[in-house]
């Protein structure tokens, strides 16, 4: 039985994301900042900053795998970024390095790539578009991309960034529809990075069915992804809840309309937004 530690486990990706993997017959290490008292059976808990290396490779010794999701998880001054997204990400690592670990996955965001411009604006986005972060997060989670390509192809780490959308029950407007993932549609993406024995580096996209909608997540499936779940089906609801805006209206025109990262986009947008849409080249 694999033991798979999960940084950030106390989170709420952490926490649903714990219970896939026991779910698929894991022992899980479940590490975070706070204590996590409701361990289950396979299961146990530790109390540590990502920060602190040495306990980090302490603990991590013995593991197969490494789900590192610790992080700055809102658009926090650069100060937070960096010592949670940008230290953390080297510190975890690092750790995973010395205590053996051979194979990382990366919790990313599409936020990397949050300020390119999404249907009908543009084309579908692929992996290996140039990164348009929408924020100070979605920078730290591209450094922290960088940190795992690093890693694969300098140490020979196996590693998997999943790029997640937005991890729930069900998509919840008009943008998510192409970037929701279901629960356990993220621990099959997951389970794909730690068994997966080609894996050097990859990024995938972590949504469910979301054919044609915003992304194309073709090295997903090329590494035998089969989402379980999709959006089709929501189109009725979610346009009677959160309907298209008049074209040519300020909010037609709005970052957080025109582009993948939505409100992430929008904070402290400054100017129009044809630089945005302008000069659209082929991003598959």
Same mark, same amino acid.
């Given at each position: 039985?694999?033991?798979?530690?999960?940084?950030?486990?106390?989170?709420?990706?952490?926490?649903?994301?714990?219970?896939?993997?026991?779910?698929?017959?894991?022992?899980?290490?479940?590490?975070?900042? #706070?204590?996590?008292?409701?361990? /289950?059976?396979?299961?146990?808990? /530790?109390?540590?900053?990502?920060?602190?290396?040495?306990?980090?490779?302490?603990?991590?010794?013995?593991?197969?795998?490494?789900?590192?999701?610790?992080?700055?998880?809102?658009?926090?001054? &650069?100060?937070?970024?960096?010592?949670?997204?940008?230290?953390?990400?080297?510190?975890?690592?690092?750790?995973?390095?010395?205590?053996?670990?051979?194979?990382?996955?990366?919790?990313?965001?599409?936020?990397?790539?949050?300020?390119?411009?999404?249907?009908?604006?543009?084309?579908?986005?692929?992996?290996?578009?140039?990164?348009?972060?929408?924020?100070?997060?979605?920078?730290? #989670?591209?450094?922290?991309?960088?940190?795992?390509?690093?890693?694969?192809?300098?140490?020979?780490?196996?590693?998997?960034?999943?790029?997640?959308?937005?991890?729930?029950? #069900?998509?919840?407007?008009? @943008? @998510?529809?192409?970037? &929701?993932?279901? &629960?356990?549609?993220?621990?099959?993406?997951?389970?794909?990075?730690?068994?997966?024995?080609?894996?050097?580096?990859?990024?995938?996209?972590?949504?469910?069915?979301?054919?044609?909608?915003?992304?194309?997540?073709?090295?997903?499936?090329? =590494?035998?992804?089969?989402?379980?779940?999709?959006?089709?089906?929501?189109?009725?609801?979610? =346009?009677?809840?959160?309907?298209?805006? #008049?074209?040519?209206s300020p909010e037609a025109r709005s970052a957080a309309e025109v582009s993948l990262g939505g409100q992430f986009s929008q904070s402290e947008?400054?100017?129009?937004?044809?630089? =945005?849409?302008?000069?659209?080249?082929?991003? /598959?």
């Amino acid at each position: 039985m694999k033991r798979i530690a999960i940084t950030g486990a106390a989170g709420l990706v952490g926490t649903g994301l714990r219970t896939q993997l026991l779910v698929r017959g894991y022992r899980v290490l479940a590490l975070d900042v #706070k204590p996590i008292p409701d361990t /289950a059976p396979n299961e146990e808990a /530790a109390v540590v900053d990502i920060n602190d290396q040495p306990e980090m490779t302490r603990l991590l010794k013995g593991c197969d795998a490494v789900v590192h999701l610790a992080a700055c998880t809102v658009d926090a001054p &650069w100060p937070e970024q960096v010592k949670l997204s940008v230290e953390g990400s080297i510190n975890v690592f690092d750790a995973a390095r010395k205590a053996g670990v051979g194979r990382v996955v990366y919790a990313s965001s599409h936020h990397v790539v949050g300020l390119h411009p999404r249907a009908p604006h543009g084309p579908v986005m692929g992996d290996t578009a140039i990164l348009r972060p929408d924020s100070r997060y979605g920078v730290g #989670k591209a450094f922290g991309e960088s940190v795992g390509a690093l890693y694969a192809f300098k140490y020979g780490m196996k590693v998997l960034s999943v790029r997640i959308g937005n991890v729930n029950t #069900k998509p919840i407007d008009r @943008r @998510r529809m192409g970037s &929701w993932i279901s &629960w356990r549609d993220l621990g099959q993406l997951v389970a794909i990075g730690i068994e997966r024995d080609d894996l050097t580096f990859e990024i995938v996209y972590g949504i469910s069915d979301a054919t044609g909608r915003h992304y194309d997540n073709a090295s997903a499936y090329r =590494l035998g992804y089969v989402p379980l779940d999709g959006s089709e089906g929501w189109d009725e609801q979610i =346009l009677r809840e959160d309907p298209v805006p #008049k074209p040519g209206s300020p909010e037609a025109r709005s970052a957080a309309e025109v582009s993948l990262g939505g409100q992430f986009s929008q904070s402290e947008y400054e100017g129009d937004t044809d630089r =945005l849409i302008a000069r659209t080249r082929s991003i /598959a």
